[in-house]
């Protein structure tokens, strides 16, 4: 209810345009499978997941960094970097542990060990898919905790895909098996506003100054 508020609130300072957007899209969004980026450090694959991302109706990614910040290039995200929120954690199990204890089921995207196919793959729960780096692919660590492994299917010589095509790829046909399914993967009330708050907040100048000037008035009432 506050997040509703608020952005009830912000919505004077969007423009009719960004404001049609944001109610269009906002109920499309999913945070159902999650993806989880293994310290990538090629600025232009970073973007590209963004972008493929956000196209695919997801507004979350969770980077793991270690040696390399996660940090995406602005002119390949072409504006994605706006509605799409990166959560930043360390490149340990830990992590790991931590988005599966928010419920998520860890999917290693890897031919490793026995994997399943991408076509074969059923979607039941919320799926954390976890992507390697540009030169190792996903770690052994990681590919001993995952609960799953994932692999696309290769017709040629090339073994393996870059990273920022495989994110596409499996986001596009998770996101087309779930809109095929009976599953309620769409983001719940409370959720959906508090995205709307942080769409709002990225769409406005001085969005953040903004903001806290609204919440401190609130907090005197």
Known sequence: MKNQQTF???????????????????????????????????FRNAAAIVRSVEACGFHKIVAMESAHEFN???????????????ERLPHTIDSLKEIKNRGYKIVAVSPENKATLLSDFQITE????????EAEGVSKEVLDFADETLAIPMYGFTRSFNVSVAAAICMYELKQKLIKSNLD??????K???????????????????????????KRF
């Open 8 to 42: 009830e609130y912000l919505q004077q300072f969007l423009t009719e345009e960004r404001l049609q957007k944001i109610n269009h899209f906002a109920p499309e969004s999913s945070d159902f499978v999650l993806p989880v980026i293994e310290d990538v450090f090629q």
């Open 185 to 190: 993967y769409k983001l719940s009330e409370e």
């Open 126 to 133: 919320p799926v954390a898919l976890v992507f390697g780096t």
């Open 192 to 218: 959906l506003w508090e995205m709307k708050v942080r769409w709002a907040v990225n769409s406005i100048k001085s969005g953040e100054q903004i903001l806290n000037h609204y919440l401190k008035k609130m």
């Open 72 to 86: 995406p290039n602005l002119r390949v995200t072409k504006g994605a970097e706006t509605w799409v929120e990166v």
